[in-house]
């Protein structure tokens, strides 16, 4: 069966003071897929410029961030880097990409579903280095014969171990009495197809459905978006500031210790490209916006993939 289509708002270009200069332009302080010029250039000076515009947009964000005065709540999805055994495969491919850049944060290293290639997660990417160190490939690996998608499931393993570190009680949630299905949605408060998606919660709740948001505002730290979101997430009834907000209404509530700042970051390490990112149970990405029929049936779907 052929997986629904989905829709989806990808985050405005980055701005902000102190931005350095990168070959290639962030999405709302996202870096976009920085590996994907190593298939474009061809020499190791360009590629080592390609990989350290990682650091060059993330951190204006992690700078911003620390601007903001309400206070973050602590941490329970550690962004540690992978630390695999030295000596291994594992570890060689880690040093690789360290020997270019040191301060990228590699969140999964294991071996590739291809020999001679270790898969690693970095932000948000999917990356295949050589064992020997030599070569970095980005991009989705195919199997033809099983026509299957192998990249995903190893990024869909990070997203299930790291959403189940969240606390539903730092999630806004919207769920039927017995729900079949329950998904993760990060979601921003100005984002179009968030609005519509949110609009239709009752629907969604119809289907079986229990919808439970994590914040994503995709203008960034330090905008009004973000402070905004804050601001509903310390709401004495977050879901009806929620639907206030979608709904254009200011939100305003003391500030409060949050996790607005640590879900952001969370999105991006999960490899989020634009909004509403909808996570099923098994980790699986939806392709972006599904309405309420179209969201059950991809649920029925991957659940016997």
Request: aromatic share 6%; glycine share 6%.
């Amino acid at each position: 069966m052929a997986l629904p289509r989905g829709d989806s708002e990808r985050p405005e270009p980055c701005e902000g003071p102190g931005q350095m200069a990168a070959i290639h332009p962030c999405e709302n302080a996202v870096v976009t897929s920085i590996f994907r010029t190593l298939m474009n250039l061809r020499l190791f000076l360009a590629s080592t410029m390609a990989i350290a515009s990682l650091t060059a947009c993330a951190k204006p964000m992690a700078a911003e961030t620390a601007k903001t005065d309400a206070k973050p709540a602590p941490l329970p999805v550690a962004a540690a880097a992978a630390k695999p055994a030295a000596g291994t495969p594992e570890a060689r491919a880690v040093d690789a990409l360290h020997k270019v850049n040191p301060d990228l944060k590699v969140d999964r290293a294991v071996a590739a579903p291809m020999p001679g290639f270790r898969e690693l997660i970095v932000a948000g990417q999917t990356l295949y280095v050589s064992d020997d160190g030599r070569y970095v490939l980005q991009g989705n690996l195919y199997d033809v014969a099983a026509k299957k998608d192998l990249s995903q499931s190893t990024m869909a393993a990070l997203r299930r171990e790291e959403l189940a570190k969240v606390p539903q009680s730092q999630r806004i949630v919207f769920a039927p009495a017995n729900p079949k299905y329950t998904v993760s949605v990060f979601t921003d408060i100005q984002c179009g197809y968030c609005q519509k998606l949110h609009s239709q919660i009752a629907q969604y709740n119809a289907q079986g459905i229990a919808v439970e948001y994590l914040a994503y505002p995709r203008m960034g730290p330090a905008s009004d978006d973000f402070s905004q979101m804050e601001a509903v997430w310390c709401s004495a009834d977050r879901g009806k500031a929620l639907t206030e907000a979608k709904n254009g209404k200011r939100i305003n509530a003391p500030r409060c210790t949050n996790p607005v700042a640590m879900e952001y970051d969370l999105g991006q390490r999960l490899g989020l490209t634009g909004t509403p990112m909808i996570v099923a149970p098994n980790g699986m990405a939806a392709p972006g916006y599904l309405d309420p029929t179209r969201m059950k049936q991809w649920l029925d779907a991957t659940a016997k993939q």
